[in-house]
């Protein structure tokens, strides 16, 4: 009898020793998975893991591609600034430096006004952009009180324009996204709209299975699928006499980027952002 309980106990431990093996393997698979991540040899997390494990390191990875995103976007705006101020400054320096031309005429001075006040111009636009937080833990907004108090400024702006919003999410609707971001989206939107329509701007907000739609349309004359490929890049205007930069598509689309969205425009005259 004493036998048959050391052999069933010793069963018993090995089934114990077994499970617990089984059970830790996906955590050492994980905890390897970090030391790789650490010493640079991999960006991501393996998300092949038990299901029980998927949800946080969906969320891990979520972040890791956040932080990237977000190093990659202060990466470019130093390298732009960099490359602003040493073109302004070797444009100015080359006037300077003429010490027989000195002292500077009426011209090169206006050219160095000039100058320096499309770098300043250039540095506004680039700080903005650094502003631009990205969806962070813990943080939300009110996407429909939002909408309305931006619309109330464009109705400033555009007095003939009629601004609409169309949606049955209450006001007190949150949803993980800087309030920051969401209102330069729209303003940006809104704006665009308000430049290109005839009478009216539609703004249409809808929960979906997928996340939440925010789509602006207005009534102006659309766009081409060949204009549309383009016209998010940095500087691009498709008429120069309409006033602005050709920046706020840009910054749209460096928006959504950041919050894990995506940007549709199209011929059907709509601009939609989906988070």
């Not at 905890?31 to 893991?49: C, F, I």
């Not at 050219?111 to 700080?127: D, G, Q």
């Not at 006499?241 to 969205?261: K, P, Q, R």
């Amino acid at each position: 009898m004493l036998g048959a309980s050391a052999v069933l106990l010793a069963i018993l431990l090995a089934l114990i020793g077994t499970t617990t093996h089984l059970t830790l393997k996906p955590i050492s698979k994980i905890k390897e998975d970090l030391r790789r991540l650490q010493s640079g040899k991999q960006s991501r997390l393996n998300p092949h893991v038990p299901e029980e494990f998927r949800p946080l390191i969906r969320q891990l990875n979520d972040l890791l591609e956040l932080s990237n995103r977000r190093l990659d976007r202060h990466r470019r705006l130093n390298s732009d600034l960099s490359h602003l101020v040493k073109t302004s400054i070797s444009a100015n320096l080359a006037i300077l430096s003429d010490i027989d031309a000195l002292p500077p005429s009426r011209g090169d001075i206006v050219f160095m006004a000039s100058n320096l006040r499309e770098l300043n111009k250039s540095l506004n636009y680039r700080m903005s952009k650094a502003d631009i937080s990205g969806r962070q833990m813990g943080r939300t907004c009110m996407p429909v009180k939002i909408t309305a108090s931006v619309i109330t400024v464009m109705e400033k702006i555009f007095p003939d324009t009629v601004f609409r919003l169309h949606t049955t999410l209450p006001e007190n609707f949150n949803w993980p996204m800087e309030r920051q971001d969401l209102s330069e989206l729209l303003g940006n939107l809104l704006e665009n709209g308000g430049k290109w329509c005839q009478t009216t701007v539609d703004v249409t907000i809808v929960r979906t299975s997928s996340g939440l739609s925010i789509e602006v349309a207005d009534d102006g004359p659309g766009i081409s699928p060949e204009a549309a490929a383009t016209v998010m890049d940095r500087g691009t205007r498709l008429d120069e006499t309409v006033a602005g930069f050709g920046l706020g598509l840009s910054i749209v689309s460096e928006i959504v980027e950041d919050n894990l969205g995506h940007l549709e425009i199209g011929s059907s005259k709509t601009e939609e952002p989906g988070f």
